[in-house]
């Protein structure tokens, strides 16, 4: 049973560098999500695709923040020029499109430490 | 714009005892609610999820929910706990459509005492 993967899981980076995430959802998901949690905080949505089309972005999301979906299949999230406040662990979630109602399943997230 | 509350932080019960963990929402239409639980280093699993009918719902691991509307309440019971129930407890609201982009609460971590 492949779930929701992500990679890597923890990333330590210095200020002023760029990142990136990949996350592969379960193979027959269409929608693809991406969310933010901060310590002690629940998660925050940031962005969502349908197959390969981005369809809604979070004003969480800054210009230094791009997700790409470019075949429908796996995700990526780039943060450029990272910054403190960045530090946070980044989570993917898929699920089908089938209905409104299907359960989202998350992936166990990537810890990003920016010192 | 859509909110959700979960006003104890931190709560500790017995093994053995009952839970009662408080969800609060605020939301313009009729809601779609779940509870997940997630546990160190792991990601979030769903417990159960409300959209319409009975208003208790069962889910997994012997949780239930009741969802009361005149109250925007949401909140999740068991009756009896065990010590793997320790874990983070997110109360989700998010709308009944295509994007489903849910909003959490900022989430209850539950101790079990021996």
């Known amino acids: 049973d492949t779930g929701v993967s992500q990679d890597p899981r923890h990333k330590i980076t210095k200020r002023g560098q760029n990142v990136t995430f990949r996350c592969d959802p379960i193979?027959?998901?269409?929608?693809l999500y991406w969310y933010r949690q901060t310590l002690g905080q629940g998660p925050e949505f940031l962005t969502y695709?349908?197959?390969?089309?981005?369809?809604?972005k979070s004003r969480l999301l800054s210009d230094r923040f791009s997700a790409e979906r470019p075949k429908g299949s796996f995700s990526t999230l780039e943060i450029q020029r990272t910054e403190q406040g960045d530090s946070a662990m980044y989570l993917c979630?898929?699920?089908?499109?089938?209905?409104?109602?299907?359960?989202?399943?998350f992936g166990e997230g990537s810890r990003l430490t920016v010192l | 714009a859509q909110s959700v509350t979960q006003p104890d932080i931190h709560i500790t019960v017995s093994e053995g005892a009952s839970l009662e963990l408080r969800c609060n929402y605020s939301?313009?239409?009729?809601?779609?609610l779940f509870w997940y639980v997630q546990s160190p280093g792991q990601g979030l699993q769903l417990l159960l999820k409300y959209f319409s009918g009975d208003t208790l719902v069962q889910g997994i691991k012997g949780f239930e929910a009741e969802f009361k509307r005149s109250q925007s309440s949401f909140n999740l019971r068991k009756p009896s706990v065990h010590w793997s129930d320790a874990a983070e407890y997110f109360c989700?609201?998010?709308?009944?459509?295509?994007?489903?982009?849910?909003?959490f609460g900022g989430g209850t971590r539950l101790m079990v005492k021996p």
């Open positions: 939301y313009g239409a009729t809601p779609y």
């Open positions: 193979s027959e998901h269409n929608r």
């Open positions: 695709f349908q197959n390969e089309a981005q369809l809604e």
């Open positions: 979630a898929s699920r089908t499109g089938d209905s409104n109602t299907g359960e989202l399943f």
């Open positions: 989700a609201v998010g709308p009944l459509n295509a994007g489903n982009m849910l909003t």
